[in-house]
């Protein structure tokens, strides 16, 4: 009896770097798309918060700071990402103030990105059904 069929280590071994591919294109999405979502709601007048918005995976960071940045949020595994905004006034514009109504762009940027995320889900599984061949 051949043992052909016992390719759990080619799996196991595919797992973690198919994992970090999927996190760091699908908060690379999410940024995007929260960006685009910032200069859709007409919410660039200096363009710092848009500027600001960054994704931080376990391959690196797009984060710029500033002088009115909150600091960066780092994850703490390399199968977890952050998306993030910057801008120290960000969250009034995302949920508004007793004086300004809302106007989300964090929210809807990244329910755009659920079609990303289900993407890198796709490739993940191919990638480990083919490592399991």
């Not at 970090?20 to 709601?41: P, W």
């Not at 514009?93 to 762009?105: A, C, L, Q, R, Y």
Request: charged fraction near 20%; include cysteine; aromatic fraction near 8%.
């Amino acid at each position: 009896m051949s043992n052909s069929f016992n390719n759990w280590s080619n799996i196991a071994n595919e797992l973690i770097p198919a994992c970090e591919e999927a996190v760091t294109t699908t908060a690379q999405a999410g940024a995007k798309h929260v960006q685009e979502q910032i200069t859709a709601n007409n919410q660039v007048i200096t363009g710092f918060m848009r500027d600001s918005v960054y994704a931080s995976t376990p391959q690196g960071s797009d984060y710029t700071g500033g002088d009115k940045a909150l600091p960066e949020e780092k994850p703490t595994s390399n199968t977890e990402a952050i998306v993030g905004v910057a801008a120290n006034y960000s969250v009034f514009n995302e949920m508004g103030t007793v004086h300004m109504p809302p106007k989300p762009f964090f929210s809807p940027g990244l329910d755009v990105t659920q079609s990303d995320f289900d993407t890198a889900l796709e490739t993940l599984a191919k990638r480990l059904e083919d490592a399991g061949k």
